[in-house]
Nanobody
Framework: EVQLVESGGGSVQAGGSLRLSCAASGITSTGNSRGWFRQAPGKEREGVAEIRRDGTTTYTDSVKGRFAISRDIAANTMYLDMNSLKPEDTAIYYC???????????????WGQGIQVTVSS
């Protein structure tokens, strides 16, 4: 059984920092892409950052220069370091693993349960 478990969320004031972790089990540590997504109240889920199986990273424009995605192969864990947080970063953050091409588009096969991040002004 594949499990992705997020941790590290919470409440912080604007300008602060948080580190999210996503511990994976049931899937190999290498050879697959991982990603972080978020969904704010009343909004659609959006991609925040991805780390591909070759190690390349991508970020949505709104977090470039503030967030950093990384992974620890030995621990089979992915991280999202979030700095200079803004109130608009408030959302439920989800980690995802194993990116597949299905139905004409790329989708992630496995998802975590989500973790709340709240940034106050």
């Amino acid at each position: 059984e594949v499990q992705l478990v997020e941790s590290g969320g919470g409440s912080v004031q604007a300008g602060g920092s948080l580190r999210l972790s996503c511990a994976a089990s049931g899937i190999t540590s290498t050879g697959n892409s991982r990603g972080w997504f978020r969904q704010a109240p009343g909004k659609e889920r959006e991609g925040v950052a991805e780390i591909r199986r070759d190690g390349t990273t991508t970020y949505t424009d709104s977090v470039k220069g503030r967030f950093a995605i990384s992974r620890d192969i030995a621990a089979n864990t992915m991280y999202l370091d979030m700095n200079s947080l803004k109130p608009e970063d408030t959302a439920i953050y989800y980690c995802a693993a194993v990116r597949e091409y299905r139905g004409g588009k790329y989708e992630y096969k496995y998802w975590g349960q989500g973790i709340q991040v709240t940034v106050s002004s």
